[in-house]
């Protein structure tokens, strides 16, 4: 185990401890952190959306921003914009919180698609055009937005190619009634200071390490056998009689960037095909787009991922 294994494993300790009964979420999460991947959380309000990522920068010593996003959310609050200064008698750019290290876009769906779109370049390229100049971000730029359900009411879809640049689309449940508990008996003894125990936190990782573990993610060897496999996977969802739109070429590249870091994280230095299987439900949930009449017949995209997995053989 290299030193920087080590550490994320310990940031999914930390992680776990504090947000009860997620494991599941706290390892894609970090999958998707090691694969430079942006990330939707979706869930009803209350389960600990916000808390998982502002627990993480602090964890990763990376500055953080966040939007609270509402219908009247301009581009320019997300992006900035140019003031002119009496002063100097000059145009002076005043920075977005775009312009970070972890972004975290609340209630992504509450803002209308043109203010959506302003984060399309971001993370796509990971810089900004204001006034006809490109601006880079962080080398680590990472944006996490949180929507609630799409059936709640005031909400806007994310088009198409927006929901591409995300790596994942993770749902946060509710958490078991074990969980839940332990997380009521520690509020119930820690009382008042609870309110006080992000700030209490110690940072175990650094942004420098961060790209470190990036490196040696991109860096894990496949198979030409599993290339093959993951490809065969791609091709069939664009073949599905259900599905009017099935993976694009980014979603293979990106499947295989998160292969890799499942495969570090379990300290490996090669992907197998259990961990191209891993990935695969929250990397294409937000990809898949289901033809109406399957829709109306009651098909729902998680299943149908787990079918695709079955019906495409396993190379030994």
């Known amino acids: 185990m290299s030193k920087t294994q080590a550490l994320f494993h310990q940031l999914a300790d930390q992680l776990s401890d504090v947000v009860f009964g997620q494991s599941t979420l706290v390892n894609n999460l970090l999958i998707a952190l090691l694969s430079g991947g942006h990330v939707i959380l979706e869930g009803v309000p209350g389960t600990g959306k916000t808390l998982t990522v502002k627990v993480l920068a602090k964890l990763l010593q990376a500055q953080f921003r966040r939007i609270q996003?509402?219908?009247?959310?301009?581009?320019?609050?997300?992006?900035?914009?140019?003031?002119f200064d009496l002063n100097s008698r000059e145009f002076v750019l005043k920075k977005g919180p775009i312009f970070t290290d972890i972004l975290l876009t609340d209630e992504i769906n509450r803002t209308p698609p043109k203010t959506q779109s302003a984060l399309l370049e971001a993370m796509e390229e990971r810089q900004v055009t204001l006034d006809g100049e490109s601006l880079p971000l962080s080398n680590l730029f990472w944006t996490i937005a949180t929507q609630n359900s799409l059936e709640f009411e005031g909400t806007y879809p994310l088009p198409e190619a927006q929901l591409d640049r995300f790596l994942f689309k993770l749902i946060v449940n509710y958490p078991d009634p074990a969980a839940e508990k332990q997380m009521l008996l520690r509020s119930h003894t820690a009382g008042r200071s609870s309110q006080n125990s992000l700030a209490k936190l110690e940072p175990i990782a650094t942004v420098e390490q961060c790209l470190q573990a990036q490196r040696e993610v991109r860096a894990i060897n496949i198979h030409e056998s599993v290339i093959d496999y993951l490809l065969a996977l791609v091709e069939r969802t664009r073949r599905h009689p259900d599905l009017s739109l099935g993976a694009s070429p980014r979603a293979a590249v990106a499947w295989l960037l998160a292969s890799k870091a499942a495969a570090w994280l379990a300290e490996r230095e090669f992907v197998t095909p259990d961990d191209v299987k891993t990935v695969a439900t929250p990397l294409l949930r937000h990809r898949l787009i289901l033809r109406p009449e399957a829709q109306l017949d009651g098909v729902s995209v998680d299943p149908l991922i787990q079918s695709l997995l079955n019906q495409v053989p396993v190379p030994r």
Do not use: A
């Open 69 to 83: 996003l509402t219908p009247d959310v301009l581009p320019s609050d997300i992006l900035g914009t140019n003031i």
